[in-house]
C-alpha cells in the first residue's frame, strides 16, 4: 500500500531496469521502488522500463491536511524523479509517474510503520473503526504536461483482539507500510468495508492511472495480445 523499497533496490538515485516489454514503445520510469506499485501496473499489463526511487522527506507541515500531504509527496517525488530522469539520456522523452499514499484517521497521519510499536499502535487505533486512505498519482508527460488525480478510500477494520494483533505484529508484514497494514496481504482479514479503490489503497489507483496516461496519449493496451 505505501513506499517501501524493493529488497535490491539501489541506495543511489540510479535507476534500476524494469523487466523488458513485449512490445516496444514509448518510455515509461515508475519514480517508486515500491514492489507493491510495480506489480500493480504489471497487474493491467503496462511493463515499466526502469524504477527511479525519489527519497524524499515525508514529514507532515504543520496544519497540512492529509489530503494535501499525499498530493504534495506525490509531486515532490516526480520533481526528483524528473531531475534525474532529465541528467540520463536513455530517459529523456520518458513518461513518468508518481504515487504517494496517507493513512489517516481524521486529521490524524499515521506513519509508515518501521518499529513494532509504531504498527501495534496504529492497529490499535484502526480496531473498530473507520479510517480514510488518500492515494495521489502524478504523470509526467514527454511533453512536460503534468496530470494529477487525488483518490480518497474508506476502509472500516473489525475489532482486533490482542491475539490478533500479536500475531500480525509477528508476520512483520506490517514494516514499511503506511498505517502499519498491507490490504493485499494477511490484514485483509480485518476489512469490513471499503468505499473506494481498493488498488489505491494498495498504493496506486489503477483507473486513475490509466485515464491520466491515456490522456497523455501512451498506449496502456498497447502488450495486452502478448499475454497469454
Known sequence: MNDALLQDAPTDPAATSAPDRPVAGP?????????????????????????????????????????ELARRLARSKLDVAQDAARRRDDMRGSYLIAADTVVAVGRRVLPKAERLDEAADCLRLLSGRAHRVYTAVCVL????????????????????????????????????????????????????????????????????????????????????????
Open 27 to 67: 518510455h515509461l520510469v515508475l519514480a517508486s521502488a515500491s514492489p507493491r506499485r510495480l506489480a500493480l501496473l504489471q497487474q493491467i499489463g503496462i511493463e515499466p522500463d526502469a524504477l527511479l526511487p525519489a527519497d524524499i522527506d515525508e514529514t507532515p507541515r504543520k496544519s497540512e491536511s492529509p489530503r
Open 141 to 228: 508527460s514527454p511533453k512536460d504536461r503534468r496530470r494529477e488525480r487525488l483518490v480518497e478510500s474508506r476502509v472500516r477494520f473489525k475489532r482486533l483482539s490482542t491475539r490478533e494483533i500479536e500475531a500480525y505484529l509477528s508476520s512483520g508484514e506490517w514494516r514499511g507500510k503506511a498505517g502499519g497494514y498491507a490490504i493485499q496481504g494477511l490484514a485483509g482479514a480485518f476489512v469490513v468495508k471499503l468505499v473506494g479503490s481498493h488498488s489505491a489503497v494498495v498504493g496506486l489507483p489503477l483507473y486513475e492511472t490509466v485515464s491520466l496516461l491515456e490522456g497523455e496519449g501512451f498506449p496502456v493496451r498497447r502488450n495486452w495480445g502478448a499475454i497469454a
